[in-house]
């Protein structure tokens, strides 16, 4: 199975129902573009890094597994999205975790 080689992560504030507005990059109070490493984290799925954020997400549902930002875990408040980019560079769909 092919794994994507790039998603766009989205640090939000809190757990927004409305995904729409929160996934828009001006909704995100920090964004990075993350590339495959070829790794495999400590939760048993691809590694991703960029920017200052390191994260392990399931391909298959586009699930961050774990993540660190700026080497610390995600403080409290804080939801993840992730869009998947294309070849193009440009995000394709959003999902959020």
Known sequence: MSHPQSYEILLVPGFAEDTTDAAE????IRSAVVAATGETGA????????EGIVADIDPATRTV?????????????????IKEKNAAGKA?????H
């Open 65 to 81: 597994e774990a993540l660190l930002v700026d080497g610390a875990e995600l403080d409290y408040g804080l939801s993840v999205r």
């Open 43 to 50: 939760s048993g799925y691809p590694r991703y890094s960029g």
């Open 92 to 96: 394709d769909s959003n999902n959020d």
């Open 25 to 28: 990059p001006g909704g995100a």
